[in-house]
Every structure is written in structure tokens, then in C-alpha cells.
């Protein structure tokens, strides 16, 4: 499975074009795309994907995610076909994914909730507005939830001891992990890999959400 950068390079080769060409059809400045071509950004911020994929003619979602798998269509003409197009039957694709990931960091940045693409909304999402999903970036929770998993969230159900659930923090970040305690003063959170208990004070948490579900979106 390719890493972002790679499938940003393999786009820029399809188009012909060098790091300076992209930079003024994106206007993203040079400098940052020499960094995510040597792999030194894990995901970029704010909405310098959506930048660079509009310019390179290739869905973000691709870009950033790989859920989006290239093709050849009937003629032997490049085109993109969103891997979700055909996707799980029942599904709409209408679920916000959330958030992006950075080097080093153990937790989703949620960017006061960009909207970084949609997935497809499973049956006992329907109808609720705020369920929104995130993909797993780290391998903190294996073997529950792998690298490259999306998670599926409901805003709605109460989250009790034994839940895995989001942890969403005062400082726009996002936590994956499972629910072991909650008081007053602090909530406290399991993590698989390292084996470890968390702790967050009370007055740092935003948000306590249900998991209601994941699976795989890359091939």
C-alpha cells in the first residue's frame, strides 16, 4: 500500500509536471511540495490536499487516503474511480470523515471539524445528522483497530465503561481507544499497543463519543 506522497508523485508524473509547475496551478508554495514529495509531512493541513488534487485532476480522498482507486477505463484513458462508488450495499455516501493525522502524534486532528471527504453511511447512521466517521492512523489499538480502518461514530448514544470510543479534547484532537472509567475529575481511557491506561482531566475533555462501527477502506 502506498504512502500519500507516492500517490502524489505518481499524479505529478501522469501530468508531466515538476514540483514548480504544481506549485502555481495549486498555489501551494514549492517548498511544502518538495517536503511532501521526500515523505517529510505524513498528512499535510488545512486544505492543501484539496489543492493539490484539484490541480492534478484526481479526487482528495485518493490522494490523501488512497480510498480512491486508479484505473483505465474502456478507451485506455486514465480516470479515477472512487472506491466507495460501488461500495457496501445499503450505504449512502454521505458520512463526514473528520480530522488528519501528523507525525509523532497519537490522535486525530480534527481542525474544528473540516470536512476532509465522505464515506459511505451505514444503515443505523441513517438519519442521524451528526454521525460522523475517522480513519485509524496509528497502531495504537491492535489488534481492535488496524492502521487504515475507519471508524464509524454516533454523537448520540451514552458511552458507558467497556465502550471504545472517541475522545475528543478542548484542543481540537481526537482519541481512539476504550473507555475504562470516568469521574468527576478525569476520564480514563485503555490503549492496546503499548499496554496503557490514559488519563484526561475532566476540564480537557470535549466530547465523549460511541464507536458503532468500522471496516477497511483500502484495498
Same mark, same amino acid.
Given at each position: 500500500?502506498?504512502?500519500?506522497? #507516492?500517490? &502524489? $508523485? @505518481?499524479?505529478?508524473?501522469?501530468?508531466?509536471?515538476?514540483?514548480?509547475?504544481?506549485?502555481?496551478?495549486s498555489q501551494v508554495p514549492v517548498?511544502?511540495?518538495? $517536503?511532501?514529495?521526500?515523505?517529510?509531512?505524513? *498528512?499535510?493541513?488545512?486544505?492543501?490536499?484539496?489543492?493539490?488534487?484539484?490541480? &492534478?485532476?484526481?479526487?482528495?480522498?485518493? !490522494?490523501?487516503?488512497?480510498?480512491? *482507486?486508479?484505473? &483505465? /477505463?474502456?478507451?485506455?484513458? %486514465?480516470?479515477?474511480? =472512487?472506491? #466507495?462508488?460501488?461500495?457496501?450495499?445499503?450505504?449512502?455516501?454521505?458520512?463526514?470523515? !473528520?480530522?488528519?493525522?501528523?507525525?509523532?502524534?497519537?490522535?486525530?486532528?480534527? /481542525?474544528?471539524?473540516?470536512?476532509?471527504?465522505?464515506?459511505?453511511?451505514?444503515?443505523?447512521?441513517?438519519?442521524?445528522?451528526?454521525?460522523?466517521?475517522?480513519?485509524?492512523?496509528?497502531?495504537?489499538?491492535?489488534? %481492535?483497530?488496524?492502521?487504515?480502518?475507519? +471508524?464509524?461514530?454516533?454523537?448520540?448514544?451514552?458511552?458507558?465503561?467497556?465502550?471504545?470510543?472517541? !475522545? *475528543?479534547? @478542548?484542543?481540537? %484532537?481526537?482519541?481512539? $481507544?476504550? !473507555?475504562?472509567? %470516568? @469521574?468527576?475529575? =478525569? +476520564?480514563?481511557?485503555? *490503549?492496546?499497543?503499548?499496554? $496503557?491506561?490514559?488519563?484526561?482531566?475532566?476540564? /480537557? +475533555?470535549? =466530547? &465523549?463519543?460511541?464507536?458503532?462501527?468500522?471496516?477497511?477502506?483500502?484495498?
Amino acid at each position: 500500500m502506498s504512502v500519500w506522497h #507516492e500517490r &502524489l $508523485k @505518481t499524479a505529478m508524473d501522469r501530468n508531466g509536471w515538476r514540483p514548480g509547475e504544481l506549485s502555481v496551478r495549486s498555489q501551494v508554495p514549492v517548498e511544502r511540495i518538495y $517536503k511532501y514529495l521526500q515523505g517529510a509531512v505524513s *498528512q499535510p493541513r488545512g486544505d492543501m490536499v484539496n489543492r493539490l488534487a484539484d490541480a &492534478l485532476g484526481v479526487p482528495s480522498l485518493w !490522494l490523501q487516503h488512497g480510498i480512491d *482507486q486508479p484505473i &483505465l /477505463d474502456a478507451r485506455g484513458a %486514465r480516470r479515477l474511480v =472512487a472506491a #466507495e462508488t460501488a461500495g457496501p450495499p445499503g450505504r449512502v455516501l454521505d458520512l463526514p470523515i !473528520l480530522g488528519h493525522a501528523e507525525a509523532g502524534e497519537d490522535g486525530t486532528f480534527l /481542525d474544528n471539524g473540516a470536512v476532509n471527504g465522505f464515506a459511505g453511511r451505514p444503515a443505523n447512521l441513517r438519519g442521524v445528522d451528526n454521525a460522523y466517521a475517522l480513519i485509524v492512523h496509528n497502531e495504537s489499538m491492535l489488534p %481492535r483497530y488496524e492502521p487504515r480502518e475507519m +471508524v464509524e461514530i454516533d454523537p448520540n448514544i451514552p458511552v458507558r465503561a467497556g465502550d471504545y470510543v472517541v !475522545l *475528543q479534547t @478542548t484542543d481540537g %484532537r481526537a482519541f481512539i $481507544k476504550l !473507555l475504562r472509567r %470516568r @469521574t468527576e475529575e =478525569a +476520564v480514563f481511557l485503555e *490503549q492496546y499497543n503499548p499496554p $496503557k491506561e490514559l488519563r484526561f482531566a475532566a476540564a /480537557d +475533555v470535549a =466530547a &465523549l463519543h460511541l464507536i458503532v462501527g468500522a471496516h477497511r477502506v483500502y484495498r
